[in-house]
Structure formats: C-alpha cells, structure tokens
C-alpha cells in the first residue's frame, strides 16, 4: 500500500494591527462603524492631509462599499473595521507618495535632476547585446527624459545608425530611433526630452542628420535663436518639445586633434557588482586617472571619415546641424578646475565619469556645486561597466549633478535609488533640486557636501505588515516544504551621515507576515534622502531569496499609515505585494 502526503499551505488573512485598531476605535468612538465625517477627522489629524474634505471620505466609503459588497445602493453608508483596515492597505486608495507634478516648474533647467538615459538604445551588456529603439521605448514610458544615441555611418557610409562603436553590438536605424522618440516622448511626461548625441560622423551625414531631425520632429523641436544660450529655458516653456544636446562640430575638430596627441590606455578595474549590487554604503569609486575613465563612445570619436576632413570644409558643411543644437555639451580642457568655470554669457553641457566626478568633488567640490547652479552637469558609467551595471547616483546628486546617467536596462540597488528618485513631482521625470544646492551665502560661498551638518528632522518608520505574495508566487517559489519566513530591512540612502540599514525579526511560516516593529532614522539632507525597503525571505542554507523592494523619496512621504507596494527586481511594480507601513516626522 502506497500513501501519499501533501502539505496544505493555508493563508490565513491578517486581523488588523493594533494601530489600525485602536485608531477605528478613537475615530469611530467606540462604534462598530465609521462615518464619513469621522474618516474625514481621522484623514486630517492622523494622515495629514489637511486638505481633504468631507466629499473626499464620502467618496472614498462609496468606493470601498461598492468594491467589498458589491452594493450599487448602499443601506449603510459607514466602514466597518475590516472596511476600514482594507482601505489603508489599498496601494491605490492611500499611496504613500502622491502622483501629481507640484514643483514649481518655471525654473531654469539647470535647477532640475533629470531623469537620464545612458546609452538607451541597448537592450543589454555594452559589448555584444543587440541596439533597438525597444529599450527607448520602456524608458520614455517610466518617464526618462533624457536618451542618448551614439551615432555612426553604416557600412556603405551613405546612412546613419545608432550602435555602441567597436563593440560587436548590432546596430538600429537612426530613423527608427528618432521617429519612436517622437511617438512616446511624452507618454509619461509633457516636459521635454533631451536627446545627447555622441556624434562619429562626417560633414555630409551630420547634414542627412539635420535632416532626419527636422523632418521627424517639426515644430516639435526646440532650436535657439542665438548660438549660444545665456540661460537655460524652463520646463514649463519647453513642454513637448525636443532638445538637441551634442558637442558642436568644431569642438569635435580640437577634441579629434588632441585625441591624436594624447593616447593613453591604461588598465581599468573591471566591475564586481553582481546581480544584487553592493550596498550603496559600502562602495568607493576607484580614483582612476582622468584620460582612462571616458565610456567607450565618448573615448573613441576619432573615426577616419572625419580625420580626413578639412577643419574648413568640415565648418562649411555642417550650418544646419549646428543650428539644431540647443545645449552645447564639452568635456574639460586644461584640466577640471578649468573646465569647472562658470562663463557669465553663456551656459554648457559638461560631461564626466564617475571616476573623475569623484576625483573633482574630493578637490573641487564647492566648484562642482556651483557650476551646477547655472551649467548641466552629466555623470555618466565608467567604460568598463560591461554588464550595464550602475553606480552611486547620490555623489552626483549631493553635488547638483543634473544628469545622473543610468544603464536603465541593468539592474540592482543603485537602478532602484534611481527609479525612487525620480518617483518626485509625480514621476514626470524633472526633480526641483533643493534651494541649498542653488543658494549663493552672502559671502558668496555655496552649498559644501562635506560639511559636518547638525540632525534636521528624524523620520519615524514603522513596519506593521505585508500582504499579497501568496497571489504573486507559486506556493513552493519560496520554499518547498513550509511556507515563507519574510523579513523586511528598511533604512536610508543619501548624504553619508545618513545612510543606514535595519531590519526586522523575522516571521516564520507564514505569507500573511506582521513584523510591528518601528525604526527611527535621524537626518541631516532629509532633501535627498530616500527610505529603501526591501523584503527577503530567510533561508537557511542558501542566500537570502528576494521578495520585493522599493524605494521612495522622503520629502514626497505623506505621513500616517499607508499602504507601500513593492517591486521586483527589475523595478516593475506587483500585482499584489504591499507592505502597510506608518511614516511620521519629529
């Protein structure tokens, strides 16, 4: 006889935290039920939001009846407990950041973070993955604003594609780049979209590329009257419009010319991210010489077609291309100091790696900042990323880079800091920088990075419970024999001071976890700073499984207790996976 036994893994829903509890008790005043007028207390003085009204709870009660009863006419119009508890757990009825733009958006560009591309066209590694206008695609949906496109002469040089050069990736037509840009720039966001060009080409086909560019684009474009901008425009201003951003042919002359000059090659240590990433904290970019750090596009301009140009010819040739650029980009000559000057009559595009933007900030950093007040700074992977891994945003952030730019089809920790910031001002991809990064002291001093600051506020986490891995996962993802052990870790990244990481008990056998356990973080630039959660479940004898993440910014918080949906690791978002949390300032 041959008997058989399967284990049941039973989900069981979780009662209410005490929290929950006793605020339905308080705000429903010991009633089995709570009004509308009562939620509406309850959204003001616990929740914060001042400005809801009594039609908003109204609002909200119908919702919630008509969704969990199935009531078109409603014989009672209060929540219940569970009513109540399921509102707060509801992603979508009580998110922990709001989904509208309210910065002020009539600001100079230069005074934004902007959400970055690098090589966007990638849909993998920098060496051998296949180019398409795919990836741009993804990233104008998440709301980038910021695509760059390295361009190329086919192989008959009378056409014009996008590829990483040198590199045995597969090329895309420009055209379709182009004309996939003009169909979902604005998606996601109606505030511009800058496309950097790394330009390889010859006179005759920047001219087919001026070409291309007008007649896709038309008025769509944005071309200024002078040569040079003295000031960057606003967002508000450039509302669906195209931004060219490339070096100007005669700076692609001097650089080809010291290229020739000056040939170093020396070895770069190769990335030992794995597919997690470190820990934000525990990484320090490698001070690399300065010539060994450019990306492979910008490192290697120099094709043949354009060494055998003329600098007159090839200055003749190339009006209209010139015409289209907006943002005149450059990377420094004579040295950072130099190139970190700040010209009263017309504003720039400057271009570093992260090595040598962690070289300048360690000597140049109240430079850095300030040039960043009226200047675009972009940041952009060291070379030897070949796996499309990424790099600490925040040093350039705390330094007012406006251009942080990411291999947005890689992966780990620092994509997720990256797609938590840019979860500001309603994720439409244009962050307002802090006033302190744009504040000259009347002793014409600026913001220092490294200055020892005192404790601003404290923010108060508390982790109550998650929900929602059972309808995500197959009952054996986690474990084969029981069912999951989750354990959350939250905590901060930012300035220095303020980045830590902590962790709750773990809870065992069980999909339904409560941890109610409370954190405090003090903080020094809460600006900048961003709560990362992350949720494992603990095994073991192997590592650690991932169970969902995200990552939000903390001055977006609304205080009170909210519903927190997770991601996976790619940063697209769960069907179900929520965490209640409760977020309070002091």
């Not at 070096?247 to 000056?262: D, Q």
């Not at 009006?319 to 000559?333: D, R, S």
């Not at 720039?348 to 850095?368: F, H, I, N, P, W």
């Not at 991601?567 to 069907?575: I, P, Q, S, T």
């Amino acid at each position: 006889m041959c008997v058989c036994f399967t284990r049941k893994f039973k989900v069981t829903e979780a009662a209410p935290p005490p929290d929950v509890k006793d605020a339905f008790n308080r705000y429903a005043e010991g009633g089995p039920h709570m009004t509308a007028e009562q939620l509406h207390r309850f959204l003001v003085d616990v929740q914060g939001q001042g400005f809801a009204t009594k039609g908003d709870a109204e609002g909200i009660v119908q919702q919630l009846l008509q969704k969990r009863h199935h009531m078109a006419k409603f014989r009672r119009h209060a929540l219940t407990l569970d009513d109540f508890h399921h509102y707060l757990f509801s992603a979508d009825l009580n998110p922990p950041i709001g989904d509208q733009v309210h910065h002020d958006m009539t600001a100079p560009l230069s005074d934004y973070f902007i959400y970055t591309g690098h090589n966007s066209y990638l849909t993998g590694n920098q060496l051998s993955s296949d180019c398409s206008d795919v990836p741009i695609i993804k990233a104008l949906k998440r709301g980038v604003r910021v695509v760059e496109l390295d361009i190329w002469p086919n192989s008959t040089k009378d056409d014009v594609h996008v590829l990483h050069g040198r590199t045995l990736t597969t090329p895309v037509e420009l055209i379709k780049c182009l004309k996939s840009i003009k169909e979902h720039a604005f998606s996601a966001s109606p505030y511009p979209v800058v496309i950097t060009l790394e330009d390889h080409l010859t006179p005759d086909l920047q001219a087919k590329v001026a070409q291309m560019v007008t007649q896709t684009f038309g008025k769509m474009l944005f071309c200024p009257d002078s040569e040079c901008l003295k000031e960057l425009p606003t967002p508000e201003k450039l509302k669906y419009r195209i931004i060219i951003s490339t070096k100007p042919p005669k700076e692609y002359l001097e650089a080809e010319s010291n290229k020739r000059k000056v040939n170093n090659s020396h070895n770069v240590k190769e990335s030992d991210d794995d597919v997690w990433g470190k820990e934000p904290a525990e990484l320090t970019v490698d001070q690399e010489d300065d010539k060994t750090d450019s990306d492979a596009s910008e490192n290697n301009q120099d094709n043949e077609e354009t060494d055998a140009c003329e600098p007159e010819v090839r200055l003749s040739r190339a009006p209209a291309y010139k015409h289209l650029i907006a943002i005149h980009a450059g990377k420094p000559k004579g040295g950072l100091k130099e190139g970190l000057k700040v010209e009263p009559d017309k504003v720039r595009r400057l271009s570093l790696s992260e090595q040598a933007l962690e070289k300048a900030t360690m000597s140049y950093g109240t430079d850095v900042v300030r040039f960043t007040q009226k200047n675009i700074l972009r940041i952009y992977p060291k070379g030897t990323r070949f796996n499309s891994s990424n790099y600490k945003p925040l040093i350039g952030w705390m330094h007012g880079a406006q251009m942080v730019a990411f291999n947005m089809q890689g992966y780990g920790r620092y994509l997720w800091l990256m797609h938590g910031m840019f979860r500001s001002n309603g994720g439409c991809g244009y962050v307002k920088k802090p006033d302190f990064l744009m504040n000259v002291n009347p002793n014409g001093s600026v913001f220092n990075p490294k200055a020892d600051l005192p404790v601003k506020k404290t923010l108060k986490v508390k982790v109550y419970m998650g929900d929602g891995w059972h309808l995500d996962f197959k009952q054996t993802h986690f474990d084969l024999y029981s069912p999951p052990d989750f354990y959350t870790r939250v905590g901060i990244a930012g300035v220095p001071a303020d980045e830590i990481m902590k962790k709750t008990k773990k809870k065992e056998d069980d999909w339904t976890p409560v941890w109610d356990e409370e954190f405090a973080f003090p903080l020094r630039v809460p600006e900048l700073a961003l709560l990362r959660v992350e949720v494992h479940e603990y095994d073991m004898s192997e590592r650690d499984d991932f169970a969902g993440q995200t990552c939000l910014p903390v001055s977006e918080l609304k205080p009170g207790i909210r519903a927190v949906p997770l991601f996976n690791r790619k940063g697209e978002k769960f069907n179900s996976v929520r965490l209640l949390m409760r977020f309070e300032f002091i």
